[in-house]
C-alpha cells in the first residue's frame, strides 16, 4: 500500500485564504518531494526536502519536513487562482518493494479548489 | 525543449486489443518511469529502468510489458487489454535515482480507455 497518506482529499478556499496540505507516513522517511499538478496536466516537480526539520520557502509556499522525518507540510498563504491543483507530496519506494527498488510513492493528493 | 514526450495522446482499446505507448526523452537521462493515475489513488509505479537494457517491476506491474532498447525511450506494452487499465498513464525520467534524491520530469500523459 501507500507509504505516504495526505489529508485532506480537497480543500475548498476563497481566494486570498490560506491553504495546508499535510503528508504522514508510519515509517521514516528518507526524503520527500512535492509536486503539483493543474486540471488535465501532468506532475510538475515543486521541491524536495531531505534535512530533518527543514524548512524550504518559495515565494508563497512553505514547506515543512517532521524532526521525525515522517511527516511533511505544504502552506500556501493569500492563495490565488493560479494555485489550483492537486498537490502531491512522494517518498521512496514502499513496500514491497523498498530495498534497492526506484521510484516515487505517491500520496493521493490534495485537491485545492479556489473559490474567487 | 522537448523534454518528455509521450504518444499517443488518446486511445481507445477493445478488450483483449494490444498496444504500445512510446516515451522518449532527450535530456540523457539514466532512469525512466511509467505511472498510471486512477481518479482518487494518486500516481502508482508500473515498472522502470535504470538505464538502457533494463528494466524492473514497480507497485502495479501485472498486465504490463517494458523495454529500454534505447537510452531515450522507454515503452510500455498492454498484451491484452482490459477494462481495470483505463486510467491516465504518466511517463518520467529521472537524471539520477529518486532514491539519490532528484527530481522526475514527467511527460504530458495518455489517456486510455479499454471497452
Known amino acids: 500500500g501507500q507509504q505516504v497518506m495526505q489529508i485532506p482529499q480537497y480543500q475548498h478556499v476563497q481566494e486570498g485564504e490560506d491553504f495546508t496540505t499535510y503528508c504522514n507516513s508510519s515509517?521514516?522517511?528518507?526524503?520527500i518531494q512535492w509536486y503539483k499538478q493543474r486540471p488535465g496536466g501532468h506532475p510538475v516537480f515543486l521541491i524536495q526536502l531531505v534535512k530533518s526539520g527543514e524548512v524550504k520557502k518559495q515565494k508563497r509556499l512553505t514547506f515543512q519536513f517532521g524532526e521525525a522525518k515522517k511527516n511533511s507540510s505544504l502552506h500556501i498563504t493569500a492563495t490565488q487562482t493560479t494555485d489550483v491543483g492537486t498537490y502531491f507530496c512522494a517518498g521512496p519506494p514502499a513496500w514491497p518493494l523498498g530495498g534497492g527498488a526506484d521510484g516515487l510513492t505517491f500520496g493521493k493528493g490534495t485537491h485545492l479548489i479556489i473559490q474567487p | 525543449n522537448a523534454g518528455v514526450t509521450q504518444t499517443p495522446k488518446f486511445r481507445v482499446l477493445k478488450t483483449g486489443q494490444s498496444m504500445t505507448l512510446l516515451c522518449a526523452q532527450d535530456m540523457n537521462h539514466e532512469y525512466m518511469y511509467w505511472y498510471r493515475q486512477d481518479p482518487g489513488m494518486g500516481l502508482r509505479l508500473i515498472h522502470y529502468s535504470v538505464g538502457e537494457g533494463t528494466t524492473a517491476k514497480g507497485e502495479v506491474p501485472d498486465g504490463y510489458n517494458v523495454s529500454r532498447l534505447k537510452k531515450q525511450n522507454f515503452l510500455l506494452g498492454l498484451e491484452s487489454a482490459a477494462p481495470s487499465q483505463t486510467s491516465v498513464y504518466f511517463c518520467?525520467?529521472?537524471?539520477?535515482?529518486?532514491?539519490?534524491?532528484?527530481?522526475?520530469?514527467f511527460g504530458q500523459g495518455t489517456r486510455l480507455t479499454v471497452v
Open positions: 518520467a525520467s529521472s537524471y539520477r535515482g529518486n532514491r539519490m534524491n532528484t527530481e522526475a520530469f
Open positions: 515509517t521514516t522517511l528518507s526524503n
